[in-house]
């Protein structure tokens, strides 16, 4: 009888454990395929894990130096996700891009709509303070007056978005103030403006007048029967007249009756023209306006 050797003897297990360790594995996948997946706590759909992946894109560029596209992944992620802790991160942006007027925006807007927030981590508002102020001391401020509803600024033709009660930062110099708001007249004044000085804008904006209201015409004026009446009077007088004259010249007895019954016709046509007044146009007259 063929006995195997010993080394074919004791690799047998060994195959054997291979085996056995590559059906465990299998069986261990298929589990796992089976078992539901859980579900992610932040999905790419919730804007706020979208606009912090946004700002995160952004400080990367923002540490390489890439301060301008730094600045459109910030301001994407508060298109997103409008926290008022971005702001930071674009005021910081802005200020490393030279653009000190939108930058000292940027860091007031984050200390004023941060402030009593209790996640804002005091170092981030102190570094925001203290940019601020560096700012400032270059800078101009100007003051709005109280505006009506639904009015837009514009700062030398360029659109602002001013908060009540706080200023528009803007470079020394002279600038050209304008404002517009419904039912108005549109307003521009010219403000110079220095640095580190608040100065109030003498903008008024002036309700627009009411249109009066439509004048009917005056109606046509009515035809006044006296003095037709008074025309055709003199009218057949003066041809009664003529007639009768030349009919006693002449001794015609035609134009002499012609004459008669037109001085008839004149008479009572005065009479009819006195009537006419006396019942129609003399009351009219008498009326109170």
Do not use: C
């Amino acid at each position: 009888m063929h006995r195997p050797s010993r080394a074919r003897r004791r690799a047998r297990p060994a195959g054997y454990v291979v085996v056995a360790l590559a059906l465990a594995l299998l069986g261990a996948g298929h589990a796992a395929q089976a078992q539901p997946r859980a579900a992610d706590p932040k999905p790419a759909a919730d804007p706020k894990h979208k606009a912090a992946r946004l700002v995160d894109e952004g400080v990367a560029h923002f540490n390489a130096g890439r301060h301008d596209t730094a600045l459109a992944w910030f301001r994407a992620a508060y298109e997103v996700y409008p926290s008022p802790k971005i702001h930071l991160n674009i005021g910081e942006a802005l200020r490393k891009l030279g653009r000190h007027a939108a930058a000292a925006e940027a860091y007031d807007r984050f200390l004023v709509e941060t402030a009593g927030a209790p996640e804002v981590k005091s170092e981030r508002r102190r570094r925001a303070e203290l940019a601020l102020g560096e700012l400032i001391r270059r800078l101009g401020r100007l003051l709005l007056p109280a505006l009506p509803p639904g009015a837009t600024v514009t700062v030398d033709d360029e659109p602002r978005r001013p908060r009540p009660g706080r200023p528009l930062y803007v470079a020394p110099g002279a600038h050209r103030v304008g404002a517009a708001a419904p039912g108005h007249v549109a307003a521009t004044v010219t403000v110079e403006a220095a640095a580190d000085e608040e100065r109030p804008v003498p903008l008024v904006l002036a309700r627009v007048a009411p249109r009066p209201p439509a004048v009917a015409p005056p109606p046509p004026r009515p035809l006044r029967w006296t003095w037709v009446g008074a025309g055709a009077t003199g009218g057949l007088a003066a041809g009664g007249i003529v007639m009768a004259v030349r009919g006693g010249a002449a001794g015609g007895e035609r134009d002499a009756t012609i004459g008669k019954a037109l001085l008839i016709s004149a008479g009572a046509t005065a009479l009819g023209t006195v009537l006419i007044y006396y019942l129609l146009e003399r009351p009219r007259r008498l009326e109170p306006r």
